[in-house]
């Protein structure tokens, strides 16, 4: 299914830098909804499980006529059953439940990791190599975007003024679970289409989740979600995950894993973008100055050597 030419390349990058974007204004939205108390994280998780399992599952029904059906064997089922909990489960719960007692910054620090992380395991599980472009890429972009948080404005929309331990703690699983994900799996992603592929994923983890969120969703008044949170919702549901989880695997076919996970550093620049817009902070030469060095340190890391075929 993946492809190496110039064009699905780009193709690539295209797909995963909207998917991160899409993650950037994921995370305002998340603040909001935890602000209001009103749903729960596994509810959350849960709702956004049960509306892309449906939107991936039509999508498969509606493509039949037109794309040959895909039979997924039993062993591969049962690797991405690991996948859906290393890649949506684990990294989805702990983050929603991390930035309700975890201040923004740290968030946004604790998110740097993940590129360093999904280097490494792409070394040791698909044979990616560490060369010094690449590691130098990934240091540059990390120096960089550290630089970026803390040259921007952080407001506590949470009320959040100290990082809870177990914060850290959730904060830095959600860069390993996704970290081993990106640098584990893509052989697997590889075999199937992205429907028949995140199908699976997301059915998988619904049936995950809702052993815990089943009293949760019976007991919950729905009736006093606000307006604006339900729109939130809506848009974690479909933009945040069936679209950005759609573009994620489609990315993953066609660029190397530490690339994947390097446009993470896309949602602290579309932070600083959206308080700029919002009047919350102001564009400076360093702000400048670090989403330059990021995306050079991007180019860095697509210009070294990718692991042999």
Not at 72 to 90: E, K, M, N, Q, T
Not at 150 to 164: C, D, P, Y
């Amino acid at each position: 299914m993946g492809t190496s030419t110039g064009g699905g390349k780009l193709a690539g990058h295209l797909a995963v830098a909207g998917a991160y974007a899409i993650f950037g204004l994921n995370i305002v939205f998340c603040k909001d909804i935890a602000n209001a108390a009103l749903v729960s994280p596994i509810v959350l998780f849960t709702l956004r499980a049960i509306g892309a399992s449906l939107l991936f599952w039509g999508l498969d029904l509606f493509r039949r006529p037109f794309a040959p059906r895909e039979h997924v064997g039993g062993p591969d089922l049962l690797r991405i059953v690991a996948a859906s909990a290393l890649g949506l489960f684990i990294p989805q719960l702990t983050f929603l439940k991390a930035i309700t007692i975890s201040t923004s910054i740290d968030t946004a620090i604790m998110g740097t990791l993940s590129p360093i992380f999904t280097m490494f395991f792409a070394f040791f599980f698909v044979g990616e190599p560490i060369t010094g472009k690449k590691a130098g890429g990934v240091a540059l972009s990390f120096a960089a975007v550290l630089f970026l948080i803390f040259n921007s404005v952080h407001g506590e929309s949470t009320g959040t003024a100290v990082t809870a331990p177990l914060g850290w703690a959730l904060l830095l699983l959600n860069s390993l679970s996704f970290s081993l994900y990106l640098g584990l799996f893509r052989p697997l992603i590889n075999r199937y289409s992205v429907v028949t592929f995140m199908k699976w994923m997301f059915l998988f983890s619904l049936l995950m989740s809702l052993p815990f969120s089943w009293n949760g969703m019976l007991t919950m008044d729905w009736s006093v979600i606000p307006g604006k949170v339900a729109w939130e919702i809506g848009y974690l549901i479909f933009f945040a995950t069936f679209v950005a989880y759609f573009l994620i695997p489609f990315g993953q076919q066609r660029i190397r894993p530490t690339l994947v996970s390097l446009y993470n550093y896309l949602q602290p620049i579309i932070a600083t973008f959206v308080s700029i817009w919002a009047g919350l902070d102001v564009l400076t030469w360093q702000k400048v100055l670090a989403i330059a060095l990021i995306v050079a340190g991007v180019l860095l890391v697509n210009r070294s050597r990718a692991a042999k075929p």
